[in-house]
């Protein structure tokens, strides 16, 4: 297993960046971009394949109230097969594999009081 492992997959850096500006002492922006790169080994279906979020929010502090608004992009690129592509399953004719992307896009508001 551990040699399966060890051939299919390969050593990976995660990079994260985010920065925060104060306006003022009430509001806050912030923003940042994550990078993940892809494990498999340039033999591997997937080796092509790329995944990064681009990421900003407004924060907002009176007292001890705040209120921070945020926003994620998530874009992932990658082949997709449906089936084994071992040359005694299917022959690759019969099966292509389809080039994916997907994007998504979240919101998140967060309310929050200090005691």
Request: without cysteine; hydrophobic residues 35%.
């Amino acid at each position: 297993l551990n040699e399966t492992i060890n051939n299919t997959f390969r050593a990976t850096h995660n990079l994260r960046f985010g920065a925060e500006l104060k306006l003022s002492p009430m509001l806050a922006l912030r923003g940042g971009y994550a990078m993940f790169q892809n494990p498999y080994k340039d033999e591997f279906l997937n080796a092509e394949g790329e995944h990064y979020n681009i990421t900003g929010g407004l924060g907002f502090r009176v007292d001890n109230m705040s209120i921070d608004v945020s926003y994620l992009y998530n874009k992932e690129t990658y082949i997709h097969s449906l089936y084994q592509t071992d040359e005694n399953f299917l022959e690759a004719e019969f099966q292509k594999p389809a080039n994916m992307t997907s994007t998504d896009h979240q919101l998140a508001v967060t309310l929050g009081w200090r005691f």
